[in-house]
């Protein structure tokens, strides 16, 4: 699945830094339309009180029904169960669980940056896990019932894909343990002033 995604330059303005429609307009070569004015069902709305821009000044703008629709379109059954239908990936299989160059970990669905590479670390769950958020602003936390216990799933703030669990089991510096899918994420390695 990793091979499909194409390699990212990690200049802001090249890969993170553009809104959701130049994102989606460069991935799929497509042109939307105007903007609508209702909602996805799929799609939660930020609250009202929520910030349109992270702290560290990315477009937390939901997508459209039309984008949204442009930005599922490729995803493959096991994407598709996990990013939309919030299942979890098997342990140990995900292509971006032994990724260890330096770079930057982004929302598979609509880019938004999410986790350094330098805050991943061997938790030896089976899955990637990090313990600082690039930023904050870029998550939503929810209680999660599901399978007879209590945790806090992780979505995306901006397209709300699901990326996985946060546990308080983790290192220092932040005693979290951010588990996530590897095909929630794809990876941007960080250039060198060999490349």
């Not at 996805?40 to 992270?54: E, F, G, H, L």
């Not at 600082?132 to 998550?139: E, K, N, S």
């Not at 209680?143 to 901006?158: F, K, Q, W």
């Amino acid at each position: 699945m990793g091979s499909r995604i194409p390699k990212l330059s990690l200049a802001p303005e090249r890969c993170f830094g553009a809104s959701l429609r130049t994102i989606v307009n460069q991935a799929h070569g497509t042109r939307l339309g105007k903007r609508q004015e209702e909602s996805s069902s799929m799609t939660k709305q930020p609250a009202q009180d929520s910030p349109t821009r992270s702290a560290s000044g990315y477009d937390l703008t939901p997508p459209t029904d039309a984008e949204k629709a442009v930005l599922t379109a490729d995803l493959d059954a096991e994407e598709r169960r996990v990013i939309l239908a919030h299942g979890t990936e098997r342990p140990f299989c995900g292509g971006l669980l032994e990724e260890k160059r330096e770079g930057m970990f982004a929302c598979r669905l609509c880019g938004l940056p999410l986790f350094r590479s330098g805050s991943k670390f061997e938790s030896g769950t089976g899955w990637p896990s990090f313990h600082t958020p690039f930023d904050p602003d870029h998550l939503r936390y929810l209680r999660d019932g599901s399978h007879g216990m209590v945790r806090t799933e992780i979505r995306c703030r901006r397209c709300d894909g699901h990326l996985g669990h946060v546990f308080e089991d983790g290192p220092a510096p932040t005693g979290l343990r951010y588990c996530l899918n590897s095909v929630s994420l794809k990876f941007a390695e960080q250039p060198t002033d060999n490349q």
